[in-house]
Structures are given as C-alpha cells and as structure tokens.
C-alpha cells in the first residue's frame, strides 16, 4: 500500500500546479491522463471509453482526480475547465473501475473465491483483476495445500496454469462424487444439488473407481473403462485387463498413468495418451507381486502400493520399472497362464533378508532379478500391529 | 523536530499527556482544519510530512476536498479515542476485530452513498489510513457479495462490456462459482 501513497503523494504535488491552474484553464484529457497513467496502473481500457449516450459532464471536483479522468476524456464535446462546484453534476456518477487498479484489488481481497469467480463475469477489466489476483494461490492451498510439482512421468504436462484456473479444475472435481456398484452402472453426482448426473453403464460389475480431473477410470469385470464424466461418454476400454476380475485401480496425478490389479495377483501399468476423438493405452509393464487377488491399490509418485488377499503389500518403485522397461514391457513380464488363476508363487517366507533398512519395521527386502525392481514385503502378522 | 505548528495551542481537552499540538489541514477546496497532531496521525502520509518537517503553515492535501477531510478527521478523532481508552494496544487499525466496540460506529460511520464511499477509498489511500481504506474496501466488497455479475453491474453502474459469446465464455469458466 506503502507505494501507491508515495506515488499519489508525489502525483499530488504534481498535480497541485494543476489543480490551482485549472480553475482558469482547462487540462488536455490526454495530458491529464498520461500523467496519471505513468504512476497507476489505471484500467487502460475504461479511461478511453467515451460513450456519447452517457451524459458523463466533467467532473468539477479535484478530489475525484483519479477518477474523473474517465469523465474528461469522455466529455470530448464539451471541455470545460474544472471549476471548483461543489456539486457533482447530476448525471456524473463515479463508477468502481474509476479506482485504480491496486484500490480494486484491496477491495477483491476481502471476496471469497466463489464471489471472485462471479466478479470476472461482470465486466471484461475485473476480470482481468480478478483472475491475475494473488488470492488465487492462497486459495489453493489454503484447501488442498501446495500442488505436487510435475513428475518426470508427465511428458504430457501442459503449461503452467493460473492459479485460477488450477483452483477452479479442483473445484469442480471436489464437486462430483463418484460411486460404482454390483448394478454395474457408476453414477456421477454432484455435490451440492445431491443429485446424479449421469450414469455410466457397464457390462459387469462394478469393482473399483479413480477419477481423475474430468474422467473417471472403473473397473468391470475384468475389463477397465475410461470416462468422460461431463458427457458420460466412453473414451476407452481395456478388455480383459486381468485374468478374472481386475478388482482395484489407481492413477497418476496427471492421469496419464494407470495402475490395475486384479484377481490373478498381477499389477498392470499402462501409458493413457488423450486425443481428440478419444484415448490410445499402451501398457507399459506389469509384475506380478502377489500369489493372491489384488484388491487395493495406491499411488503417489513414484511409489504404487497394492494390498492383496495373500495377506501382503508390495511397494514399487516405478522409476526403476520404467527405466528398464520402456516401451518392451510385454517381452520382459511373466506371462500370466490364462487358463489357471494361480500365477507363479514368488513371494514366499524363505526370502532372504539381505539389506535390512535401518529405521523400518521388521520387513524383509529381496531383489526382483527377473524384472530389476525392488519389493518390500511385510508379512501378515506385522500389519495387523500397524 | 521543529515545531511545526503556526499556534501552539493547549488545548482544554487534554485527553493524553502527549503534547496536544495541532495542526492545520488544508482541503483541495481551501477549507482549513485544526486538530490535534496526535489525530492527524493516523494517517501515516500526515506523519511523514510532520516528521520531515515540511508542515510549516499547513498541510496541503489537494486530493481531498473539505466534505471528505471533515469526514476522515472524524474517523481519525473517534479511532484515537477509543485507541486511548482501551488498552494499549500496538496499533489502532483493529477497526474490524469484532470484540472492538469501534464495529458499531463504523458500521454507521460507512452508510453513505457510494460517491461518499469511493472518495473515501481513495482519500485513505492517499492519506495512508489503514483502518479506513480496510473498513471502506471491505463495505464495497460486502455491496458485491451474494449478487449476481447483473446485479453487480446495476448497483455499481458498470458496463458491460463482453459480447454475448464472450460473456457465455466467462460465464461457462466460472460456472463453478454460481453453484
């Protein structure tokens, strides 16, 4: 605020030559108007806005110096000199966007972020304010914290969006809800009208759900369908991801990777690049860490936890699975017999506890030399005392 | 500091143990207005023109004319007097604290029109007030809450200056904020 009173202070002792000068002689409204604009940052776009329909007159009192310049400029008819008339001329009215802009943006700070949003609408100058206002960040992470910074996984990460704009995409997401069930429909609801919006149907049940931005990912059967949750239009699907049910899916935080398990214990990777007309999936790898159905999974970059009925976790690294296998996933996977549900028996309790990480619980460590990554496993009982 | 002041007056009043000095206000429209030093600084603007000496005869302020002055001065009075009979406290610009018994008199002290209002926007601006630029911000943001961009506009006599498709533009991008 310091700043701006420094500069009308110095404007003022500019424009106190002016001000007694002009009771007898008029100021050029472009004259006027650049001294003003070189120390505000006035709304460039109104103080030329001469509307002859509007009976704007000159506004006779100094005081409304920053904002009667919008009056001088549109009274191209009639320059008058500005006279010291107590009385505002009936038809002047001194609108909000006459203040300059850091004065707009003290008042837009006591909105909240909805009553922002409704502030852009109103005219093309306050919405420039509103959405370039620096409440948009605290906004953000006053509700959802600091955002996680792009991943070296999202090739496909689009430019840095305002804060606005982050803050309205989450919005919206934490407005719809999404459930799934055995009916094999998922409904989209919204939140504040509590009412479905849409409902999407699938061939099988419904086992698990990820939404993510304006999608949703769910599982059916063993097949994976991607979403348009707006629309309700199918974008892709995965047939027979899994052998048996794929039970539980997870995704990346930019949506470009997705992560399913299924009844078969195995853990499938695949790459979503969106188009125009809809989606291209690629897998990109898989592993098979656990002897039963994998019912739950969880991801945050680069780690994806899965949680099966064979009583373990298995924490993965991606990175390592990425860089080794990209692009020739397929070839370096186990395959999965498909007439037999049980995969091969890996994990059992004769591993080897070579490194013990200091700091963690009792779990054992063994290395992965068919696919070169690194599992942690934890037995049964140690869960339960988690 | 130089004493700045033509009169040197003891006032009656003395309400501090400060020195009751005062100083001479000079509005954009020639009115002249005596108050105490203490009350003239609460603008910080005042203050700084005070503490460098510059207030010889009066102080000129041409961005405010006598209506505004008289009414920032009232401001500035009923602030410091509060400020002096509660606690001390490290600044008086707790205008808006609700345990304040201030909220009142200010609730009546900002129903004006909004003329009155902007123009006392920017007189604390300039005088650097910030209990009044706070208070005076926070009224006109109260004026927009609840209200619809068409109703925004009315009360405070914007244009409109989307085309139709743009302001559907607008409108779709904050959909999220009428719901």
Same mark, same amino acid.
């Given at each position: 605020?310091?700043?701006?009173?420094?500069?009308?202070?110095?404007?003022?002792?500019?424009?106190?030559?002016?001000?007694?000068?002009?009771?007898?002689?008029?100021?050029?409204?472009?004259?006027?108007? /650049?001294?003003?604009?070189?120390?505000?940052?006035?709304? =460039?776009?109104?103080?030329?806005?001469?509307?002859?329909?509007?009976?704007?007159?000159?506004?006779?009192?100094?005081?409304?110096?920053?904002?009667?310049?919008?009056?001088?400029?549109?009274?191209?008819?009639?320059?008058?000199?500005?006279?010291?008339?107590?009385?505002?001329?009936?038809?002047?009215?001194?609108?909000?966007?006459?203040?300059?802009?850091?004065?707009?943006?003290?008042?837009?700070?006591?909105?909240?972020?909805?009553?922002?949003?409704?502030?852009?609408?109103?005219?093309?100058?306050?919405?420039?304010?509103?959405?370039?206002?620096?409440?948009?960040?605290?906004?953000?992470?006053?509700?959802?914290?600091?955002?996680?910074?792009?991943?070296?996984?999202?090739?496909?990460?689009?430019?840095?969006?305002?804060?606005?704009?982050?803050?309205?995409?989450?919005?919206?997401?934490?407005?719809?809800? /999404?459930?799934?069930?055995?009916?094999?429909?998922?409904?989209?609801?919204?939140?504040?009208?509590?009412?479905?919006?849409?409902?999407?149907?699938?061939?099988?049940?419904?086992?698990?759900?990820?939404?993510?931005?304006?999608?949703?990912?769910?599982?059916?059967?063993?097949?994976?369908?991607?979403?348009?949750?707006?629309?309700?239009?199918?974008?892709?699907?995965?047939?027979?991801?899994?052998?048996?049910?794929? /039970?539980?899916?997870?995704?990346?935080?930019?949506?470009?990777?997705?992560?399913?398990?299924?009844?078969?214990?195995?853990?499938?990777?695949?790459?979503?690049?969106?188009?125009?007309?809809?989606?291209?999936?690629?897998?990109?790898?898989?592993?098979?860490?656990?002897?039963?159905?994998?019912?739950?999974?969880?991801?945050?970059?680069?780690?994806?936890?899965?949680?099966?009925?064979?009583?373990?976790?298995?924490?993965?690294?991606?990175?390592?699975?990425?860089?080794?296998?990209?692009?020739?996933?397929? =070839?370096?996977?186990?395959?999965?017999?498909?007439?037999?549900?049980?995969?091969?028996?890996?994990?059992?309790?004769?591993?080897?506890?070579?490194?013990?990480?200091?700091?963690?619980?009792?779990?054992?460590?063994?290395?992965?030399?068919?696919?070169?990554?690194?599992?942690?496993?934890?037995?049964?009982?140690?869960? =339960?005392?988690? | 500091?130089?004493?700045?002041?033509?009169?040197?007056?003891?006032?009656?009043?003395?309400?501090?143990?400060?020195?009751?000095?005062?100083?001479?206000?000079?509005?954009?429209?020639?009115?002249?207005?005596?108050?105490?030093?203490?009350?003239?600084?609460?603008?910080?603007?005042?203050?700084?023109?005070?503490?460098?000496?510059?207030?010889?005869?009066?102080?000129?302020?041409?961005?405010?004319?006598?209506?505004?002055?008289?009414?920032?001065?009232?401001?500035?009075?009923?602030?410091?007097?509060?400020?002096?009979?509660?606690?001390?406290?490290?600044?008086?610009?707790?205008?808006?604290?609700?345990?304040?018994?201030?909220?009142?008199?200010?609730?009546?002290?900002?129903?004006?029109?909004?003329?009155?209002?902007?123009?006392?926007?920017?007189?604390?601006?300039?005088?650097?007030?910030?209990?009044?630029?706070?208070?005076?911000?926070?009224?006109?943001?109260?004026?927009?809450?609840?209200?619809?961009?068409?109703?925004?506009?009315?009360?405070?006599?914007?244009?409109?200056?989307?085309?139709?498709?743009?302001?559907?533009?607008?409108?779709?991008?904050?959909?999220?904020?009428?719901?």
């Amino acid at each position: 605020m310091e700043f701006v009173c420094q500069e009308g202070t110095e404007d003022s002792k500019k424009l106190v030559s002016c001000v007694e000068n002009s009771c007898v002689e008029h100021i050029e409204p472009n004259q006027f108007n /650049y001294k003003l604009k070189a120390k505000e940052t006035a709304l =460039s776009n109104l103080t030329f806005d001469s509307k002859p329909e509007n009976e704007r007159s000159v506004k006779p009192k100094p005081v409304s110096k920053f904002h009667s310049k919008k009056a001088i400029v549109s009274s191209n008819k009639s320059k008058q000199p500005l006279s010291d008339d107590d009385d505002a001329l009936p038809n002047f009215r001194p609108s909000i966007t006459d203040l300059p802009a850091a004065l707009i943006s003290e008042i837009l700070n006591c909105l909240d972020p909805k009553e922002l949003g409704i502030v852009s609408c109103v005219s093309e100058s306050l919405h420039r304010l509103a959405s370039e206002h620096h409440v948009w960040k605290e906004f953000y992470c006053e509700r959802w914290g600091l955002p996680i910074a792009p991943t070296p996984l999202d090739s496909g990460f689009s430019n840095e969006k305002s804060w606005k704009e982050l803050y309205a995409e989450r919005e919206f997401r934490s407005n719809t809800m /999404y459930s799934g069930s055995w009916d094999m429909t998922v409904r989209v609801w919204d939140r504040f009208s509590m009412k479905c919006l849409t409902v999407l149907r699938h061939s099988d049940w419904v086992w698990g759900l990820a939404p993510h931005d304006t999608t949703v990912a769910s599982t059916s059967g063993s097949d994976v369908y991607i979403w348009d949750s707006i629309s309700g239009t199918l974008i892709t699907i995965i047939c027979s991801a899994h052998v048996g049910n794929t /039970y539980s899916v997870a995704r990346s935080h930019t949506g470009n990777y997705l992560f399913t398990g299924g009844e078969d214990g195995a853990i499938h990777m695949f790459k979503i690049a969106r188009h125009c007309t809809g989606a291209a999936v690629s897998q990109v790898s898989t592993w098979i860490p656990h002897s039963g159905p994998v019912h739950s999974l969880a991801f945050e970059f680069p780690w994806l936890v899965s949680a099966s009925s064979d009583g373990k976790l298995s924490l993965i690294d991606v990175r390592k699975l990425l860089g080794t296998c990209k692009g020739k996933s397929i =070839s370096r996977t186990k395959h999965v017999d498909k007439n037999g549900v049980e995969p091969p028996q890996r994990m059992q309790a004769d591993l080897c506890p070579k490194k013990k990480k200091a700091g963690c619980l009792p779990i054992s460590k063994s290395w992965n030399e068919a696919e070169n990554s690194l599992l942690l496993v934890a037995s049964r009982h140690l869960l =339960s005392g988690v | 500091m130089a004493s700045s002041s033509t009169s040197v007056v003891v006032s009656n009043k003395e309400k501090e143990n400060k020195n009751t000095k005062k100083v001479t206000l000079k509005s954009s429209d020639g009115e002249s207005f005596e108050v105490d030093e203490s009350v003239a600084m609460e603008s910080q603007t005042i203050k700084h023109i005070i503490e460098d000496g510059c207030a010889n005869n009066e102080i000129p302020l041409p961005n405010v004319t006598s209506g505004i002055l008289s009414r920032v001065i009232e401001y500035c009075k009923k602030h410091k007097e509060a400020a002096g009979e509660s606690e001390p406290s490290v600044t008086s610009y707790t205008s808006n604290s609700t345990t304040n018994p201030l909220t009142e008199w200010d609730t009546e002290f900002v129903k004006v029109d909004q003329n009155t209002l902007f123009d006392l926007i920017l007189a604390a601006n300039y005088l650097d007030i910030k209990g009044l630029l706070d208070l005076t911000c926070k009224t006109v943001a109260d004026m927009m809450k609840g209200k619809t961009p068409q109703e925004i506009r009315e009360t405070f006599h914007i244009k409109n200056d989307y085309t139709p498709e743009e302001e559907a533009e607008v409108r779709k991008e904050n959909q999220w904020a009428f719901e």
